[in-house]
């Protein structure tokens, strides 16, 4: 499959969260209207919803990523850093969604501030791809290995955390987890 094959959104206002869901899932499934919906869900009661920036232009949290997933039969596993990538049992994993630090820029200028980016990786037809909506299109990785390096890269940065995106039943079994490791 060609790059231009590849599902890739990119980025608008504060909506890498879902930018990230979607790439991972390959096709539009989540909007700014399903996001909020899930916000809403998950605080009712609340007057300034605290999953969500308070403007109205997305940053939504973790717990959105992880229910969104939740409802298409998926699960959003937390990656331990201090374990090896090399202990992921890659086949079982469906994509990753990391959340990265990222530069602040107004138009061309980049600001002294970072925040953090959710950013989707997955395998399309045998090839690891970086789906970041920064990105101008998609960027292949490449295979095992390098995705691997490319994990490990990014998670060397300090705040940098990753979900590993899977079937309910994998999480479940936690066959996501090479058998020779343990998941605690």
């Not at 996001?35 to 609340?46: E, F, M, S």
């Not at 989707?120 to 970086?130: E, I, K, L, P, S």
């Amino acid at each position: 499959m060609s790059e231009g094959e590849v599902f890739h959104e990119k980025q608008r206002l504060e909506l890498c969260a879902i930018h990230a869901l979607n790439n991972v899932l390959q096709e539009r499934v989540f909007t700014k209207e399903t996001a909020d919906d899930i916000c809403k869900r998950l605080a009712p009661q609340c007057v300034m919803n605290p999953h969500r920036s308070v403007l109205g232009t997305g940053n939504y949290d973790v717990n959105v990523i992880m229910a969104a997933l939740q409802s298409r039969g998926l699960a959003a596993v937390w990656w331990d850093k201090r374990k090896s990538i090399q202990n992921l049992c890659l086949d079982k994993i469906a994509g990753f969604i990391l959340n990265v630090p990222s530069r602040v820029s107004l138009g061309f200028v980049s600001l002294p501030l970072r925040r953090r980016h959710w950013l989707a990786v997955r395998d399309v037809n045998g090839q690891f791809y970086n789906l970041d909506s920064k990105l101008k299109g998609p960027a292949c990785i490449g295979g095992e290995t390098e995705l691997r390096s490319f994990l490990i890269e990014q998670l060397s940065q300090d705040v940098a955390e990753m979900l590993l995106v899977v079937q309910k039943e994998v999480d479940d079994d936690g066959t996501w987890l090479k058998p020779d490791d343990t998941r605690k």
